[in-house]
């Protein structure tokens, strides 16, 4: 087993898990788990935001977060001398809140060596296309450009590489003739953010494994 993915959360919790969640821009899959675990519980979702955490202010997340009440922290690039010094400095901003997973929800960074060292096999990604095609910022854009008659979303474990682990779940939207990215990304956002919230509890409740790339929800 790849030593970054170790075996998380193997058996249900006996008490909601601990969610840090991570956005850089609107925010919309933060508010569907805000919004499912409000209308649950923590204790019937199986999980609980303890925190939310941006590589930059000003965005429409982090409102979000701080309307429900949340502790936000905000971890920008440009304040740190490197990359890998502004990684150290969000590993510590996000281990503060002890989390059980932590989502990345539209975060537009590349996690670095520490934080996978301190959260590997614990974090959870959502990307707006069918991986392993299209990976990287521009998802949609490059599905449409490609030409494919289908693309979706991809809830997934991170690894050391750019959207390349552990495929938990996949949703699938057909693309339109009238499509341009910005419609398409609407749909697709639909359908993620659905899957992310039913993802992300069945993770909370059931526990699972990582076997090579195969997640097992207990
Ligand atoms: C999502 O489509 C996510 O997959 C992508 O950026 C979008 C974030 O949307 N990386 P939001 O900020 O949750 O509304």
Redesign the pocket.
Known sequence: MDPLLPPSRPDAAPSPARLVVL?????????ALLDAVAAAGPAVYGAEIVAVGADRDGI??LDRAERAGLPTFVCKVKDHGDRAQWDAALTEATAAYAPDLVVS????KILGKDFLARFGGRIVN???ALLPSFPGAH??RDALAYGVQVTG?TVHFVDEGVDTGPIIAQGVVEIRDEDDESAL?ER??EV??TLLVEVVGRLARHGYRIEGRKVRIS
């Open positions: 956005v850089s821009g609107s925010g919309s899959n933060l508010q429409a997340g929800a539209g975060f537009m959502t990307h707006p998802g949609v979303c990304h697709i956002k993620e953010r």
